[in-house]
């Protein structure tokens, strides 16, 4: 099994910075991807930024330019930097990996989520 731990959500000012880290862990072969997704109250889950084994990053219009996810693919890790945070990024946010477990099945777990919540 695989499983996914985040950290470092919490309250912050608008304006305001903070740093969520999600580290993967259990019976993994590889990690081909690893993403951020967020839920706020009453909506759907939306796609926050996603990064491959490779690198290649993708990000949700809403964040470009002040959100940056990063990964440390020694310890199966993922990052999501924000910076110029905003009301409307209060949200639960959830960490989400793709990849191969040891038996060479692909996997796809998500993690328990963290809140982050942004005062005006």
């Known amino acids: 099994q695989v499983q996914l731990v985040e950290s470092g959500g919490g309250l912050v000012q608008a304006g305001g910075s903070l740093r969520l880290s999600c580290a993967a862990s259990?019976?993994?072969?590889?990690?081909?991807?690893m993403g951020w997704y967020r839920q706020a109250p009453g909506k759907q889950r939306e796609l926050v930024a996603t990064i491959t084994s490779g690198g290649s990053t993708n990000y949700t219009d809403s964040v470009k330019g002040r959100f940056t996810i990063s990964r440390d693919g020694a310890k199966n890790t993922v990052y999501l930097q924000m910076n110029s945070l905003k009301p409307e990024d209060t949200a639960v946010y959830y960490c989400n990996a793709q990849g191969r477990s040891m038996l060479i099945r692909r996997f796809e777990v998500w993690g328990q989520g963290t809140l982050v919540t942004v005062s005006a």
């Open positions: 259990g019976s993994i072969f590889s990690v081909n991807a």
